[in-house]
């Protein structure tokens, strides 16, 4: 089996007449069929009539001018042309004889003339074919006439009519019946379309797309294999043959080409769907798609009509129209009727038949089959601009900014997978792709596996496993099932077997360095031609654990001159003893790759979707490869660009580095981009979201801004943060309020969320004593109004020597030019670290030769001690606040007593100025 599956030959001209044979007979049991109908359709009769004229005439033609019964074809006529023909044929056999005999003269020959043209006039009636040919005959003995000359003849009678009879012979003797003539191999039809891109036009209707070979290509499970291409300016639709010589086109030519080319793997379905294993089943099928073909001219309430009225009689005992199960013949039929496979579709068409007729209940069966409704999303979506509404009031979630359409999805049949190894922590960058897999999966009603890739022993911790699940939690991620890898090792063990038994694959154990050299070079292994026998001894030894086993490995035998480097015979499973599984112990010695395990996995869980990231595009011909190697079912692959950031790293090697030197406090430092490290810092999980949806679309690999980040955290957060307030531990300076009351506990009443008033109120302690930012102060005079937030506005009347100043019950608080945050000097204010965070990278981005440990970032965090509202004490971990005019925090530790103080975290805005004046110590991102 070769790597992109057998080639198509072009069909011999025998075997072109042998189709047209058999769908000539097809259409004569047909009108049979049809005739002998309790209520015949007249319409339906003359239109399969006309489509088996045309069948016998492309054979004639095709055949050197002879038709199917073995006789030089001539065009059909009615009763009345042939007698008029017959006629005609008799003067003008008259005619000839009199001629032979010499009689008659001149006004013999203008008799004669005058007989034959007079007949030719009467078989006017007759096709254009046969008038040609007659004027033909007639010029070739006019010219024969010419040639034999004028003179006096042996009769001597006048020289005209001697040269009549010179022209008008007696009929030449019958010619042997010609041989047929079969015509040369046809050249390859060029086309624009490479091997299995199907294309047609988005902007027809739903049944002039290619509804039929989608439905075939769902349902014999290779849909994923071909590449659906929006043409606006095609007006059919098209199928580049695999070979890539030439294309096939029309929806049921496509159909059968698609279902023959599955069949070629063992696709016990896409024999039934053509018919299956009899010749008389096959027939009818063939049948009924002529039937269905030659309704194509009627309009929709006729075609529907015609189609119930044909198929009651049949389904008044049977399901499906041949056989036991859904074949071409069924989805034929379901195109004609429009293929309704909507509810508005079937409104429509119900509308038109007779109620509770038979056909009714197979098109509403035939509607609701999955392989017709994701063929129909396929058609509609194939711009990625648009997807069927196949409910009517069915509820689906419009799509986030920046996502597209998941190719063929219908609600309720869409599963995706999340495949982290458990080798490390999640990064920003596989939360992407979790949180895509996720939408898909909730958008579509779907399912959510979270698969561990566990084939790596080395690499793999029960610690890893375990923070993958925390972390998934932590950014709102529940899937629906978790599942193994591991699970599956027998299995996989199995199919890699069978590939060694069929000649799929060898064991091969050139050293690693020779190996990479030989695939760059395209060169065949020494192995590469080993028995399968061979093959599975060295394959037994390798499994073994044994250290003769160790340098073989189980490569594929794909393509080693092919373009594309991973199908150059990539490696599939090798020998592993230096760890126990941290699952299944010490059970296996040797693991299948990534490369194998995944397509095999995925396709027995049932995943329809493999989101994957652009990294993997050379790699997706191998995945599907390996898939139609071994039979299994398709999964359709849809990719997206990965995450990268500025000023950060995400290899696991890098970053354990950062750990392992104390540069870091742990995999969930603030400042790392693991998963647990930036919800440390503070992200939303709905601003995570919609963030990472909105690059979801994109293939496009860049770098992106932290602050684009935090700028749309910042929009989500700053709904829900209550706002308190706090002022500089050792850089502050007092106000004395001096009409305010001395002593008491005295409060005001505000807003949590001065915009949401919804998130309730709480008291603000108020007093003769206040504390203001000092930096807030500089350049203040006498007689300058400011603004205590949430208080009011305070007019100074001492600036030197400590600030002074009375309360102004109702002073213009727009007015003011200063609006500064404040606390009342009292007690029970709290003692608050505020912590800043830098990157750790000071180079935006690392090029390959870069070391990144000459990118060190010396000065990556700071701390602030602030004096903080009372209202902070009732504050809990992982709280989100706003101390105002300085920014957004999330609680670390809540506040405990003056030895364990309350640690907040601030988040970054996307701005890259602070708010106020207020900046902190470092870079405000």
């Known amino acids: 089996m070769s790597s992109e599956g057998n080639a198509v030959a072009t069909p011999t001209p025998g075997e072109a007449l042998d189709e047209l044979e058999g769908r000539i007979v097809s259409l004569g049991e047909s009108i049979k069929a049809l005739k002998s109908s309790s209520e015949p359709d007249k319409d339906a009769i003359s239109a399969a009539v006309a489509s088996l004229l045309d069948a016998k005439r492309t054979y004639a033609k095709n055949n050197g001018g002879v038709g199917v019964d073995g006789k030089p074809w001539e065009e059909p006529m009615t009763k009345s042309q042939k007698k008029k023909a017959e006629k005609a044929k008799k003067a003008a056999a008259a005619a000839a004889a009199a001629a032979k005999e010499g009689g008659g003269g001149g006004g013999e020959e203008d008799k004669a003339k005058l007989q034959v043209q007079g007949a030719v006039s009467t078989a006017g009636a007759t096709k254009k074919a046969a008038k040609k040919a007659e004027a033909k005959a007639k010029k070739a003995a006019m010219k024969a006439a010419a040639k034999d000359g004028g003179g006096g003849g042996a009769g001597g009678g006048g020289g005209g009519g001697q040269g009549l009879q010179g022209a008008v012979k007696a009929p030449p003797a019958a010619k042997p019946k010609p041989a047929a003539v079969v015509p040369g191999r046809p050249l390859p039809t060029k086309s624009k379309l490479r091997p299995n891109q199907m294309s047609f036009n988005p902007n027809v209707s739903l049944p002039e797309r290619p509804v039929v070979a989608l439905t075939a290509a769902v349902l014999v499970g290779t849909a994923a294999d071909y590449e659906l291409v929006s043409d606006h300016t095609r007006p059919g639709c098209a199928l580049g043959l695999p070979s890539g010589n030439g294309e096939v086109a029309g929806d049921l030519a496509m159909a059968r080409f698609v279902a023959k080319q599955s069949m070629k793997g063992g696709y016990g379905t896409a024999s039934a769907f053509l018919g299956g294993s009899s010749d008389e089943e096959t027939a009818l099928m063939d049948q009924w798609v002529d039937y269905a073909l030659s309704l194509s001219k009627f309009g929709s309430a006729r075609r529907a009509l015609s189609i119930q009225r044909t198929l009651d009689p049949l389904l008044v005992s049977g399901t499906y129209v041949v056989g036991h199960s859904m074949t071409l013949a069924d989805v034929a039929l379901f195109a004609s009727l429009g293929f309704p496979a909507s509810d508005e579709g079937l409104a429509e068409v119900v509308a038109i038949l007779p109620s509770g007729c038979p056909t009714l209940r197979w098109m509403n069966m035939i509607s609701q089959h999955p392989a017709v409704r994701e063929a129909a999303q396929l058609a509609v979506g194939v711009a990625k601009n648009d997807e069927a509404k196949l409910e009517a009031g069915a509820e689906i979630d419009p799509l986030l900014t920046g996502m597209g359409y998941l190719e063929g999805a219908t609600p309720g049949c869409v599963t995706t997978r999340f495949p982290p190894e458990p080798s490390g922590y999640l990064h920003v960058g596989h ?429 990556t965090q700071a701390e602030t001690e602030v004096i903080g509202d009372p209202g902070l004490r009732t504050l809990k971990e992982n709280d989100i606040i706003q101390l105002e005019r300085r920014g957004y925090y999330r609680v670390d530790r809540p506040y405990v007593n003056e030895g364990k103080k309350l640690m907040l975290f601030m988040i970054p805005d996307g701005r890259k100025k602070a708010m106020s004046g207020l900046d902190g110590k470092l870079a405000h991102r």
């Open 431 to 859: 939360a992407k792709a979790v949180l895509l897999n996720d939408y898909y999966a909730r958008r579509y009603k779907g399912r959510l596996i979270v698969r561990f890739d566990d084939t790596n022993p080395t690499k793999e911790k029960d610690e890893y496993q375990t923070s993958i699940i925390e972390d998934l939690g932590k950014i709102g991620v529940k899937p629906d099932v978790v599942t193994f890898t591991s699970d599956y090792f027998e299995t996989i063990k199995q199919y890699a077997l069978w590939m060694i038994e069929n000649g799929l694959a060898f064991m091969d154990d050139t050293p690693q360095e020779q190996m990479q050299k030989e695939r760059m070079d395209r060169q065949n292994s020494r192995h590469r031609d080993q028995s399968p026998a061979e093959a599975l001894e060295y394959f037994k030894l390798m499994c073994s654990g044994k250290e003769e086993g160790k340098p073989w490995c189980l490569r594929a035998k794909i393509d080693m001159a092919s373009d594309n480097g991973t199908l150059r015979d990539p490696v599939l499973y090798r020998q592993n003893v230096e760890s126990p599984h941290h699952r299944s112990g010490t059970k296996y010695k040797a693991y299948p790759t990534y490369d194998l395990a995944c397509p095999i996995v995925d396709s027995i869980e049932g995943v329809t979707h493999a989101l994957r990231t652009t990294e993997y595009d050379d790699r997706n011909a191998q995945f599907a490869w390996i898939q139609r190697a071994l039979g299994l079912r398709r999964v359709r692959i849809q990719t997206f660009a990965r995450m990268n950031f500025m000023y950060t790293v995400m290899s696991k090697r890098k970053l354990t580095w950062f750990v392992d030197t104390g540069r870091v406090t742990g995999w969930d430092d603030p400042r790392f981009p693991t998963v647990r490290g930036v919800s440390r810092r503070g992200i939303d999980v709905g601003a995570l979201k919609r963030f990472m949806c909105s690059q979801g679309a994109s293939r496009r690999i860049v770098n992106m801004e932290w602050s684009k980040f935090w700028a749309e955290n910042k929009k989500e957060i700053d709904t829900y943060s209550k706002r308190f307030m706090a002022i500089d531990g050792k850089d502050h300076v007092a106000l004395t309020v001096t009409n305010a009351k001395e002593g008491g506990m005295q409060f005001l009443s505000t807003d949590y969320l001065p915009k949401d008033p919804s998130f309730g109120k709480r008291l603000v302690r108020i007093g003769r004593r206040v504390l203001l930012e000092r930096v807030d102060t500089e350049g203040m005079v006498v007689g300058e109004n400011i603004v205590l937030t949430r208080w009011g506005v305070v007019q100074l009347t001492k600036v030197e020597g400590g600030l002074e100043g009375v309360f102004v019950p109702d002073g213009d608080v727009k007015a003011a030019k200063r609006k500064l945050s404040w606390l009342a000097d009292v007690p029970e204010n709290i003692p608050v670290v505020l912590s800043e965070f830098d990157n750790l990278i000071s180079k935006e981005k690392l090029e390959e030769d870069d070391k990144f440990e000459d990118f060190i970032n010396p000065d």
